[in-house]
Structure formats: structure tokens, C-alpha cells
């Protein structure tokens, strides 16, 4: 569905990325893993198309789309939910998530989609007209999340999911994000906490410096030398 090829990317004349490659199937979770300033993040907004790439390419449903502008992207259903949320503050719970409605495949049921969000965030319901800037820490990432979900996408990113959230949240969205592959939906989940994400994940991607250093399926990973003596503290 989704592949990233010899991608190099850079900010200024300072390079991010050098031919990093993967590849993303229809279902199931994908694990981008490895340490801080790695380029995990830089790779999710290349492939988004918020960071253009100086090389490589990236193709989705056989579409090259190395060029397309990220709302294209979302509206083939490629979608981004970034680091730190990114909601708007100021507007309430309900208008963040109906954003996503908006810039997603269009279709009249976002009304249907807006409550398939409520059930899986009862919490957000109890809160819609309440300003997203008040929320906690964690429901502020279910918001980010159910903003994507109302994208409609067909492969959802999810940038640093767990970052700052209490352990108890972190099972949750690590469990949500479960419930979303076995619906059809791929989740690109990009993830510091190693172990976590490969308990959730069919296959997985290790970057350092701005290269892929390791691939494979998930227990491949755990397995390895590398990941075990790195990332696992075996």
C-alpha cells in the first residue's frame, strides 16, 4: 500500500534522512522505532508531504505521490497525527475532531463517523463542548487521534503516541490502536518505547542517524542482537 524508497531528506543544508526505505501493507500495525533525533518524526512528514524529499520516492496504492501536497495525501487517505497533538486550544473538543472530517475523504457521514469516535472515546463525548486546551495530557491525544480517524484513513501515523501520557494511558492507546488495524485500517505508529510497540506490531523499522538500520517482522526484531542490546537492555 504504502512504500518509502531511498528517501533523503534535509532542514537547510543539515541532512535528516539518507535513502531510508520501508514498506507498508493494507492492515495491521507497523512499528518505526529508534532513539531521540533519529529521524522517525522526519520520516512520518515526508511522507505526509509537510517536509518535501531531496530524493527517493514514495509511493501509495501504486501512486507516485513523491510531489503531491499534504492534502492530497489526506484525501487519498494518507493521514498525520503529529507530535505534541497539534490541536487548536481555543476550540472545543467536538470542532477539533470535525477538523479532521473536513480535511479527509469526503463523503456526507460525518455525523456517523463523529459518534463511531464517541464510542471509542466516551470521555470526549463527556467533554465536546470544552475547550481541547483544558484536557489532560491523554485526552488530548485521544482527540488527535479520533481527529485522524475522521480523516477516513486508509494508512493513520501516529507520531509519539505515548509520549508523557501515565503507563494506564499508554496501555489504552497502544490497545486502540489494536482495534483500529483489525478494522482494514494500516497504523504507522512511531515509538521510543520499543517494547511496547512490537508487542502491537506485525513488522517493524529501526532508524539511527537518518538510516535504516534494521527490518523485518516483529518477532525478527525482538530477536535481534541489535534491538535486544540497544533498545531492550538484554
Excluded at 495491521?28 to 529508534?34: D, K, S
Excluded at 481541547?132 to 479520533?146: D, F, H, I, K
Excluded at 501520557?165 to 482494514?184: C, D, H, N, R, T
Amino acid at each position: 500500500m504504502l512504500q518509502v524508497k531511498n528517501i533523503s531528506a534535509y532542514y537547510g543544508d543539515a541532512q535528516a534522512l539518507e535513502n531510508v526505505s520501508l514498506a507498508v501493507s493494507e492492515s495491521g500495525v507497523v512499528a518505526l522505532l529508534g532513539p531521540n533525533a533519529a529521524g522517525k518524526s522526519t520520516t512520518l512528514r515526508v511522507i505526509s508531504g509537510i517536509l518535501p524529499a531531496a530524493s527517493g520516492s514514495v509511493t501509495f496504492n501504486g501512486e507516485d505521490i513523491t510531489t503531491a501536497s499534504p492534502q492530497e495525501r489526506v484525501e487519498l487517505g494518507l493521514v498525520h497525527v503529529p507530535e505534541g497533538r497539534k490541536l487548536f486550544g481555543t476550540l472545543s473538543v467536538e470542532d477539533n475532531l470535525l477538523l479532521g472530517g473536513y480535511c479527509g475523504r469526503k463523503d456526507r457521514k460525518t455525523g456517523s463517523r463523529l459518534e463511531r469516535v464517541y464510542e471509542r472515546f466516551p470521555k470526549l463525548k463527556e467533554r465536546r463542548n470544552q475547550d481541547a486546551g483544558l484536557l489532560s495530557g491523554g485526552e488530548q491525544q485521544m482527540v488527535a487521534v479520533g481527529r485522524g480517524l475522521m480523516a477516513q484513513p486508509k494508512v493513520l501515523m501516529i507520531d509519539e503516541m505515548s509520549l508523557g501520557l501515565a503507563p494506564l494511558i499508554v496501555k489504552q492507546m497502544f490497545s486502540l490502536v489494536q482495534e483500529i488495524a483489525l478494522e482494514g485500517v494500516c497504523v504507522l505508529i512511531v515509538e521510543q518505547h520499543v517494547q511496547n510497540a512490537l508487542a502491537v506490531s506485525h513488522h517493524g523499522f529501526i532508524i539511527e542517524s537518518g538510516v535504516t538500520r534494521v527490518a523485518g517482522t516483529a518477532q525478527e526484531l525482538m530477536e535481534s542482537a541489535l534491538v535486544r542490546e540497544s533498545y531492550l537492555g538484554h
